[in-house]
């Protein structure tokens, strides 16, 4: 079975086929799994993966204010804390791009603690 997937594979890329991969999530729908899976419940059996908490702050690694905050990973809490308090805009965009990614994982993180300055975000499976 799997030498069959293996030629197939091998005829694709060689006719310049692109690999199966599926197309990326759009906007819309992330906004729409934000949505239902903060209303369901924590899957207690699923434990989040320390490499899924990396892959969810790096993301924050992209933004050109990244270097205003400090990420901290603590099992499945990620603790954001700017600089200095007047990055509340910022501070939002973060947490928001932060939401996005878990979302895009089909995770789902939320606002646990908020205060001036930090936001902590839990993640789970719902």
């Given amino acids: 079975m799997a030498d069959n ?32 899976t903060s209303t369901a419940e924590a899957d207690p059996a699923y434990v989040i993966h320390p490499m899924q908490m990396s892959s969810i702050a790096a993301v924050a690694e992209r933004l050109d204010f990244y270097d205003e905050f400090d990420l901290t990973i603590n099992g499945p809490e990620i603790l954001v804390t700017a600089g200095c308090q007047e990055k509340s805009l910022h501070l939002g965009m973060l947490v928001e791009t932060l939401i996005l990614k878990a979302a895009e994982m089909n995770l789902c993180a939320t606002v646990e603690n908020e205060t001036a300055g930090s936001v902590t975000i839990k993640v789970t499976k719902r």
């Avoid at 890329?13 to 199966?20: D, K, R, V, Y």
């Avoid at 599926?22 to 819309?28: I, R, Y």
């Fill in 5 to 36: 997937y293996l030629e197939r594979r091998m005829e694709a890329l060689q006719q310049g086929s692109h690999s199966s991969v599926g197309k990326g999530v759009n906007l819309e729908c992330l906004l729409e799994r934000v949505r239902k």
